[in-house]
């Protein structure tokens, strides 16, 4: 194979003003779960749960990043990154998730917002990544049209106070994963697993999303600000592509994760394929006359996270009660060839060249970002020359790669102006708790302390200079 063929090649040169970032969440790094005013969200409800979540593992703690803002800003700096991936926690702000407004939780993201700045980093900030206050939750969650409107409220919120300032607002960050695994197979939460519950949260989160964006427009004053969603687009392919069954069974998994939010995002519909291959779950009568105008808002950047790819083929039926894929009743995955990542997860940067140039062959007017990219490893810090090392150098290869499938998407049109690594720091990895580490940056969970992995340096590198780096 050749060096073009496994995407290892350095010395390329991304455009000039392209966004280097990372990326993290607000349950999985903040910490600080019951202080000043922070109200339960699911997150809190389903970790605290017996058997949800691997060695009982909370986010209670996290890394402390609610205490640590100074000093995580400056390592951010330090990275030499033009831009970081925030989220903001709903119940930090609205702990009921309607009503009384917590001004500690604006506060404070108001000094991290302020710090990114002064620093000479550009705050891109998500609303949602999936810590929906309980209080809804307890009230119906995504099945229900409350909660799209409760979001659009506490959109408005947030927007009125940073609204001056973050440069992109994201609403949802992998809406396919809340509804799917949080009311479909019930792996994350809130934990319910039921097929029609799924269905309903799609629209609901999808309706969700342009009433923010609404709201959002009414009280953001920053000229420049720009709007944004962020899919985990599935990049499906056949077992045999000259088979007409496993093609079918490939559009039935895009229906289900790609296009049953993208379409009504950008296009204002739901494909007609998606409500006959689930019409046997539901009528999609909670879809009411005006939702797809209202989801249908006008956005700047389709924000994609990538770390996969998948196969599947037309097999024997099979239930999907308490699976991520409401009505595939007849799709079977294939086990993707190695080597894989230490979630199980296939190393296919061409993946990432193919979702790209995809994405922007059927949405040929977006700017595109990498809003999470990166991988899971057992890293190991060493003792070296008088401090700690983490030589990481899997993970090394694996930015390389996907860098350069980027890359290469550009040379091939592709409008990508951003990439995003996935994760910062390594922290709370949802149910898999404190048991995969993704982040360019070392935590030990005893101590809290930082340290750089070989990754993080080499990232620093390309962030400094816009050239890939040698492994």
């Known amino acids: 194979m050749s060096a073009i063929d496994d995407f290892r090649v350095s010395g390329l040169e991304f455009p000039a003003g392209f966004t280097f970032g990372a990326a993290t969440a607000a349950y999985q790094i903040e910490g600080a779960a019951t202080e000043d005013g922070r109200g339960p969200s699911i997150w809190d409800t389903f970790s605290q749960t017996p058997g949800k979540v691997?060695?009982?593992?909370?986010?209670?703690?996290?890394?402390?990043?609610?205490?640590?803002?100074?000093?995580?800003?400056?390592?951010?700096?330090?990275?030499?990154?033009?831009?970081?991936?925030?989220?903001?926690?709903?119940?930090?702000?609205?702990?009921?998730?309607?009503g009384e407004v917590n001004e500690a939780g604006l506060a404070f993201y108001e000094k991290v917002v302020d710090g990114l700045l002064v620093r000479g980093i550009e705050p891109v900030v998500?609303?949602?990544?999936?810590?929906?206050?309980?209080?809804?939750?307890?009230?119906?969650g995504w099945t229900v049209r409350e909660t799209s409107y409760a979001f659009a409220e506490y959109a408005r919120?947030?927007?009125e106070r940073l609204g001056d300032r973050v440069a992109v607002w994201t609403t949802l960050n992998e809406p396919w994963c809340s509804a799917y695994l949080g009311y479909g197979s019930g792996d994350h939460a809130p934990g319910r697993r039921s097929e029609a519950a799924s269905l309903?949260?799609?629209?609901?989160?999808?309706?969700?999303?342009?009433?923010?964006?609404?709201?959002?427009?009414?009280?953001?004053?920053?000229?420049?600000?720009?709007?944004?969603?962020?899919?985990?687009?599935?990049?499906?392919?056949?077992?045999?592509?000259?088979?007409?069954?496993?093609?079918?069974?490939?559009?039935?998994?895009?229906?289900?994760?790609?296009r049953a939010f993208t379409d009504p995002q950008l296009r204002g519909f739901y494909p007609q394929d998606l409500l006959t291959d689930t019409?046997?779950?539901?009528?999609?009568?909670?879809?009411?006359?005006?939702?797809?105008?209202?989801?249908?808002?006008?956005?700047?950047?389709?924000?994609?996270n990538y770390y996969c790819t998948g196969t599947v083929r037309r097999g024997p039926e099979h239930s999907t009660e308490g699976t991520a894929y409401p009505g595939a009743t007849r799709?079977?995955?294939?086990?993707?060839?190695?080597?894989?990542?230490?979630?199980?997860?296939?190393?296919?940067?061409?993946?990432?060249?193919?979702?790209?140039?995809?994405?922007?062959?059927?949405?040929?007017?977006?700017?595109?970002?990498?809003?999470?990219?990166?991988?899971?490893y057992g890293d190991q810090p060493v003792e070296e020359d008088g401090g700690k090392r983490v030589h990481d150098t899997e993970r090394v290869?694996?930015?390389?790669?996907?860098?350069?499938?980027?890359?290469?998407?550009?040379?091939?049109?592709?409008?990508?102006?951003g990439y995003f690594?996935?994760?910062?720091?390594?922290?709370?990895?949802?149910?898999?708790?404190?048991?995969?580490?993704?982040?360019?940056?070392?935590?030990?969970?005893?101590?809290?302390?930082?340290?750089?992995?070989?990754?993080?340096?080499?990232?620093?590198?390309?962030?400094?200079?816009?050239?890939?780096p040698e492994a």
């Open 200 to 258: 309903q949260a799609v629209h609901h989160l999808n309706l969700a999303h342009g009433l923010a964006l609404i709201e959002l427009r009414k009280v953001v004053t920053r000229p420049d600000a720009r709007y944004s969603v962020t899919n985990n687009l599935a990049m499906a392919y056949a077992a045999d592509p000259a088979n007409p069954e496993d093609v079918d069974a490939k559009r039935q998994i895009e229906a289900l994760q790609n």
């Open 397 to 417: 290869d694996f930015l390389l790669r996907h860098f350069v499938a980027a890359h290469r998407a550009i040379e091939a049109g592709v409008p990508l102006t």
């Open 421 to 468: 690594v996935w994760s910062l720091m390594d922290n709370f990895e949802w149910a898999f708790g404190y048991t995969k580490r993704f982040g360019i940056v070392y935590v030990d969970y005893e101590t809290q302390e930082r340290t750089k992995k070989d990754s993080a340096l080499w990232y620093t590198k390309l962030a400094e200079t816009g050239v890939i």
């Open 54 to 98: 691997e060695n009982g593992d909370t986010g209670d703690v996290a890394i402390d990043f609610y205490h640590r803002v100074e000093e995580d800003l400056d390592l951010i700096k330090s990275l030499g990154l033009s831009a970081y991936r925030l989220s903001i926690a709903w119940p930090r702000i609205i702990p009921a998730g309607l």
């Open 126 to 140: 998500t609303l949602y990544h999936w810590d929906l206050p309980q209080p809804l939750e307890d009230r119906g």
């Open 279 to 304: 019409k046997h779950i539901t009528d999609w009568s909670f879809v009411h006359d005006g939702d797809l105008e209202l989801i249908n808002q006008p956005i700047d950047i389709v924000g994609i």
């Open 331 to 376: 799709v079977e995955s294939v086990e993707q060839p190695g080597p894989h990542t230490d979630m199980g997860w296939n190393i296919a940067p061409q993946g990432l060249y193919d979702l790209l140039v995809a994405t922007h062959e059927a949405y040929p007017e977006y700017e595109i970002m990498v809003t999470e990219n990166g991988a899971a």
């Open 157 to 159: 919120v947030v927007g």
